[in-house]
């Protein structure tokens, strides 16, 4: 089986997340990224991928504000990220869920506009609903109205039972263990863009026997050292063509 993340692997929603975060952080309802601040959206596209859980994307956006005038180009280390995301304000849950609650309010009042604002990764994204694969298992720290409406719309066939999001503050790691317990699975492959969520799956999971085969998605929102790192931490670096194939290999037993 493989498991997918859905941001930066199944779709690039890299400018609804600028738009959304920059309405959470400063209170606005901007409709479109053209009502951003100049500079604002490019700067925050170039340093997405450091974000895991998407409530740290305000304390990535904050920065963003301050620092757009002189540093268009400017891409933050990650020990100095590190360092943004510890001096944030508020619990975490609650900046996930100012988040989540600004994206819904963005749907509400401009339905269209907002999936105007999403584009699927092809050709992954046909190969998938091409070939029928099932189970589609996605696992994400997206909502879960969000990514469903995203499916949907953009003709994706996923089950909501097959959706593990970041609903309520719950975890990949929480989610996976949710997965693995309902398929029964000795082995799977997960692909995702962040090399941090590999590592803490992999912490967690592959220790003693590997559970899990680890991907790192090259077109999704990767850093400039992240091949590098991924490849150094044996997780294999895959274009989408990579992936595609593998999708068509026969599945191992207990995978």
Not at 66 to 94: C, F, H, M, W
Not at 223 to 248: H, W
């Amino acid at each position: 089986m493989v498991i997918f993340d859905f941001d930066g692997v199944l779709m690039d929603s890299v400018g609804e997340v600028a738009l959304t975060t920059y309405n959470a952080a400063t209170g606005s309802l901007c409709a479109s990224l053209d009502e951003l601040p100049p500079g604002v959206a490019p700067l925050f596209r170039r340093n997405r991928y450091h974000v895991q859980p998407i409530g740290d994307a305000i304390t990535l956006m904050d920065w963003c504000l301050r620092n757009r005038s002189a540093a268009a180009d400017k891409r933050l280390t990650p020990e100095a990220y590190q360092a943004l995301v510890s001096q944030s304000e508020g619990a975490l849950i609650d900046r996930s869920n100012r988040v989540f609650a600004t994206r819904q309010r963005l749907i509400d009042q401009n339905p269209d506009g907002w999936l105007a604002l999403h584009q699927p990764f092809q050709p992954l994204w046909a190969e998938l609903i091409g070939r029928r694969y099932a189970p589609l298992v996605l696992l994400t720290n997206k909502n879960r109205d969000a990514t469903l409406r995203l499916c949907r719309h953009f003709g994706l066939p996923v089950a909501e039972a097959d959706l593990y999001s970041g609903d309520d503050g719950v975890t990949k790691i929480q989610n996976m263990q949710h997965i693995q317990e309902r398929f029964g699975l000795d082995r799977c492959f997960f692909v995702d863009d962040s090399v941090k969520n590999l590592k803490e799956l992999d912490a967690a999971f592959n220790t003693g026997s590997k559970r899990i085969s680890l991907i790192l998605a090259t077109w999704g929102y990767i850093g400039p050292a992240d091949g590098k790192t991924a490849t150094e931490a044996g997780y294999p670096v895959f274009t989408q063509a990579d992936l595609i194939n593998l999708l068509g290999q026969p599945s191992q037993e207990g995978e």
